[in-house]
Structure formats: structure tokens, C-alpha cells
């Protein structure tokens, strides 16, 4: 087993009690996972949707298939920079898609409006700008067709598709009175406040605010729950001068993880990459295939070559594969300028394949370009992946036997 610090890519903080790791990758690759390797990388490669307009998935930690398998949910625009636009879903049998939310306005084209399954299915979580500036959170119930707007002044982060919870969290250029993370149930609308806070962050780990963020104010930036819905992982932020449509909007650093059941702070790890749950809501992998412990902070990197420019790292729903997005034109791959492929691998050995290769260099032509991000089907056997080789940035999946 390889067992190093995260000094190439992640400093681990030396506030964390570093004890033993939490996977043991030494196993050869069995018959069975080799199979399926194999499997991918013969993958039928489709578009999802049609070739007028943008259609988006939201990011490479939730996947865009509801939790039935039924249904394909996406963000679809027709504007060039595709910051404007709507929510439709896409029935996979027989191809008819509905629009669920119309005159929707987004941050950029990176993580579309965070649209995401939630209650099982049930509904959609969603969040937009107002043509007033304000930024609100919504849902749509499926069953009846009904937007709600629960929360306003707050953007939305990822909760889970089985669940009724996510997390709310400030503007991060002007939080204003929301400098902490909050749970919308989506059911009841009911908003409760939570330990993590921007004061609570100050407490725990003062040195490390004060090395960072001096004595600018500080806010929660991004938190993702984890699978069993009892912890979260979120960077910090703080204003620094720019709009919302900027790479000067806010300064963010670190990667906390807080634990909602027994309210306490877990682990910092200074420095943020791609990280993503695993499923049994303790490990987290992040790019150069580096896995943190999220109990103690601890870090090991699993065996092979995790030279991935640019990767999105996410697991299979039981935690035996990976997949990630890979720049293909710098090393240790030798492709055309602004070529992008999407791999599989092996989550305890490292080895991979090379699902596809494609052009992304063009699509929406938004301030932040859209990642392919990829991220697997519920049952495993499809990755959903973002595709700019014309026009319009394209949802696609690829799909085992």
C-alpha cells in the first residue's frame, strides 16, 4: 500500500490526529472487476437530449438519473453562454421531455441552477436569481407539478436523492445575515439552523482562519451531505469584491467536515481539490487519487497512475469504482488541444479504462466553461458526462450491457 501526504496536491492540517488509514488497496484485480473494466470501455456512447440547445447536468456529485431510473433531469438553454434557462426532465424509454421550470437564471454554465433529485424522487431542488438579484431555492413536486419557493437571500449545495434534507449556504460574494449552513426540508419547508457556522468555524480552528482570511468576515461556501445524510463537508469563503458571474467573487480555501448527528467539527484539510462521498459516508475521494479519512483527516493515495489533469473523481453507487474526467492534451495523454475523456477504474487497485474521448473545447460560452463532470447512473451502469464539441454543451451517457 502507498501511504503519503497529499503534498503535490492537498496539504493535510496539522490540527488533525492523524491515525490509521482508511482503505487497504494491496487485492489484485480479480476476474471479475477486469470484466468489467473491459465493460466500460466498450461503452455505448449517446446524447441524451437533441442537438438544439444546451442541455447541462449540474455537477459530478449527483447524478442527473432519478433514483427510479426512469427519468433524466438536466438544465436546458438556449443562449450562447447559457446562463438562462429552464428545467426539463427526459423519460428514458420513450424519449419525451417535460418542462418542469421555466425562466431560470444561473451563476454560470459550470453547475447549471444545482438542479437535483431529492425526496426519492418525488421532487427537484433547484436555486435561481430573480430578475430583482435576489437569489431564491425551489422545488417542483413531480407528482402534481407544484413550484414552491422555500428560501431566499441562500444558493443551494447538494443533499442526497433519498432524502428530504439540503443544504442552504450565503451568497458567497455577500452573504449578508447567512454565513452559516442551514437544512431546508423540502417536504415541509421547515429551515433549521445547524453547528456549522461561520462563528463556530472561528472557534475551532482559529489559527487557521486567522493564516487565511484575517480579520475579513468568513462565511460557509458549498456543503455537500454525505450519503447516510449525518455529516457534511464544505469549504469557507469570504467576499472579495467581485459579482456573483466572476472569478473575483469570493476567496474560498479548505475542506471541513462537521458531523450534524453529534455536532462537532471532524477534520480540516487546508486546501480543496474535487472532493466526493464515498458510500459509507466516512471516506472522501479527491483528485490525484488521494482518499481523506473524514473522521481524522488521515490521507492515503491508492495505487496507480492518478495523473489525471483537470479530474472530477466520484465513486460507483457501492464503492468499488471510480470515475473522473481527464484532460487528454497534457501528460501523460497526448491528445488535440481541448480534448477532454472520461475514465473508469478500479476504487481499491487504481487501474482504469478510457471510456471515451471527445472535443470540448466549444459549447456554452459562459465566464466558467462546463466540466464534463462525470457521475454514475443509481445502478451503476451508466455515466453521465457534459460534452462542448459544437455549439451547445450536451449532456451525454455512456452504458454498459
Request: aromatic share 10%; charged share 20%; net charge positive.
Given at each position: 500500500?502507498?501511504?503519503?501526504?497529499?503534498?503535490?496536491?492537498?496539504?493535510?492540517?496539522?490540527?488533525?490526529?492523524?491515525?490509521?488509514?482508511?482503505?487497504?488497496?494491496?487485492?489484485?484485480?480479480?476476474?471479475?472487476?477486469?470484466d468489467t473494466l473491459a465493460a466500460w470501455k466498450s461503452a455505448k456512447i449517446a446524447a441524451v437530449s437533441d442537438s438544439t440547445h444546451h442541455s447541462l447536468h449540474t455537477y459530478y456529485l449527483t447524478s442527473p438519473e432519478s433514483p427510479d431510473g426512469k427519468s433524466v433531469l438536466f438544465y436546458a438553454s438556449t443562449t450562447a453562454n447559457g446562463h438562462d434557462g429552464e428545467l426539463r426532465v427526459r423519460d428514458r424509454a420513450g424519449?419525451?421531455?417535460?418542462?418542469?421550470?421555466?425562466?431560470?437564471?444561473?451563476?454560470?454554465?459550470?453547475?447549471?441552477?444545482?438542479?437535483?433529485?431529492?425526496?426519492?424522487?418525488?421532487?427537484?431542488?433547484?436555486?435561481?436569481?430573480?430578475?430583482?438579484?435576489?437569489?431564491?431555492?425551489?422545488?417542483?413536486?413531480?407528482?402534481?407539478?407544484?413550484?414552491?419557493?422555500?428560501?431566499?437571500?441562500?444558493?443551494?449545495?447538494?443533499?442526497?436523492?433519498?432524502?428530504?434534507?439540503?443544504?442552504?449556504?450565503?451568497?458567497?460574494?455577500?452573504?449578508?445575515?447567512?454565513?452559516?449552513?442551514?437544512?431546508?426540508?423540502?417536504?415541509?419547508?421547515?429551515?433549521?439552523?445547524?453547528?456549522?457556522?461561520?462563528?463556530?468555524?472561528?472557534?475551532?480552528?482559529?489559527?487557521?482562519?486567522?493564516?487565511?482570511?484575517?480579520?475579513?468576515?468568513?462565511?460557509?461556501?458549498?456543503?455537500?451531505?454525505?450519503?447516510?445524510?449525518?455529516?457534511?463537508?464544505?469549504?469557507?469563503?469570504?467576499?472579495?469584491?467581485?459579482?456573483?458571474?466572476?472569478?473575483?467573487?469570493?476567496?474560498?480555501?479548505?475542506?471541513?467536515?462537521?458531523?450534524?448527528?453529534?455536532?462537532?467539527?471532524?477534520?480540516?484539510?487546508?486546501?480543496?481539490?474535487?472532493?466526493?462521498?464515498?458510500?459509507?459516508?466516512?471516506?472522501?475521494?479527491?483528485?490525484?487519487?488521494?482518499?481523506?479519512?473524514?473522521?481524522?483527516?488521515?490521507?492515503?493515495?491508492?495505487?496507480?497512475?492518478?495523473?489525471?489533469?483537470?479530474?472530477?473523481?466520484?465513486?460507483?453507487?457501492?464503492?468499488?469504482?471510480?470515475?473522473?474526467?481527464?484532460?487528454?492534451?497534457?501528460?501523460?495523454?497526448?491528445?488535440?488541444?481541448?480534448?477532454?475523456?472520461?475514465?473508469?477504474?478500479?476504487?481499491?487497485?487504481?487501474?482504469?479504462?478510457?471510456?471515451?474521448?471527445?472535443?470540448?473545447?466549444?459549447?456554452?460560452?459562459?465566464?466558467?466553461?462546463?466540466?464534463?463532470?462525470?457521475?454514475?447512473?443509481?445502478?451503476?451502469?451508466?455515466?453521465?458526462?457534459?460534452?462542448?464539441?459544437?455549439?451547445?454543451?450536451?449532456?451525454?451517457?455512456?452504458?454498459?450491457?
Amino acid at each position: 500500500m502507498l501511504n503519503v501526504t497529499r503534498r503535490d496536491f492537498l496539504r493535510t492540517s496539522s490540527t488533525l490526529a492523524l491515525t490509521a488509514p482508511v482503505l487497504r488497496a494491496t487485492e489484485p484485480v480479480t476476474a471479475k472487476a477486469a470484466d468489467t473494466l473491459a465493460a466500460w470501455k466498450s461503452a455505448k456512447i449517446a446524447a441524451v437530449s437533441d442537438s438544439t440547445h444546451h442541455s447541462l447536468h449540474t455537477y459530478y456529485l449527483t447524478s442527473p438519473e432519478s433514483p427510479d431510473g426512469k427519468s433524466v433531469l438536466f438544465y436546458a438553454s438556449t443562449t450562447a453562454n447559457g446562463h438562462d434557462g429552464e428545467l426539463r426532465v427526459r423519460d428514458r424509454a420513450g424519449g419525451k421531455e417535460t418542462v418542469l421550470v421555466r425562466e431560470l437564471s444561473t451563476e454560470d454554465a459550470h453547475r447549471a441552477a444545482l438542479q437535483q433529485w431529492v425526496s426519492g424522487g418525488k421532487r427537484i431542488a433547484y436555486h435561481n436569481v430573480l430578475k430583482s438579484g435576489e437569489w431564491v431555492v425551489g422545488t417542483i413536486d413531480l407528482s402534481g407539478g407544484t413550484e414552491r419557493i422555500l428560501a431566499r437571500g441562500r444558493q443551494l449545495a447538494f443533499g442526497q436523492p433519498h432524502g428530504d434534507i439540503v443544504p442552504l449556504y450565503g451568497m458567497h460574494w455577500n452573504p449578508g445575515t447567512h454565513r452559516d449552513c442551514e437544512l431546508l426540508n423540502v417536504a415541509t419547508g421547515e429551515i433549521t439552523t445547524t453547528g456549522l457556522t461561520a462563528d463556530s468555524l472561528k472557534s475551532t480552528y482559529p489559527d487557521w482562519v486567522k493564516g487565511k482570511f484575517g480579520e475579513r468576515p468568513i462565511s460557509v461556501f458549498f456543503p455537500v451531505i454525505s450519503p447516510d445524510l449525518s455529516r457534511v463537508f464544505c469549504k469557507v469563503a469570504t467576499p472579495a469584491g467581485g459579482d456573483f458571474r466572476s472569478k473575483k467573487a469570493s476567496e474560498r480555501f479548505g475542506l471541513v467536515c462537521y458531523d450534524f448527528k453529534n455536532s462537532k467539527f471532524l477534520s480540516l484539510t487546508e486546501k480543496w481539490g474535487h472532493p466526493a462521498w464515498h458510500p459509507n459516508s466516512r471516506d472522501i475521494m479527491d483528485l490525484g487519487g488521494f482518499v481523506i479519512d473524514s473522521t481524522t483527516g488521515k490521507s492515503i493515495r491508492l495505487p496507480g497512475d492518478w495523473r489525471y489533469p483537470g479530474s472530477h473523481p466520484s465513486y460507483s453507487p457501492d464503492g468499488t469504482l471510480f470515475t473522473t474526467d481527464v484532460m487528454i492534451n497534457r501528460a501523460p495523454f497526448d491528445g488535440p488541444a481541448g480534448w477532454w475523456g472520461i475514465v473508469v477504474g478500479n476504487a481499491k487497485t487504481g487501474e482504469s479504462v478510457m471510456v471515451h474521448k471527445f472535443d470540448h473545447s466549444r459549447g456554452a460560452r459562459s465566464w466558467r466553461i462546463s466540466h464534463p463532470h462525470p457521475i454514475f447512473s443509481p445502478d451503476g451502469k451508466r455515466v453521465y458526462f457534459n460534452v462542448s464539441d459544437g455549439e451547445w454543451t450536451r449532456l451525454h451517457v455512456a452504458e454498459i450491457a
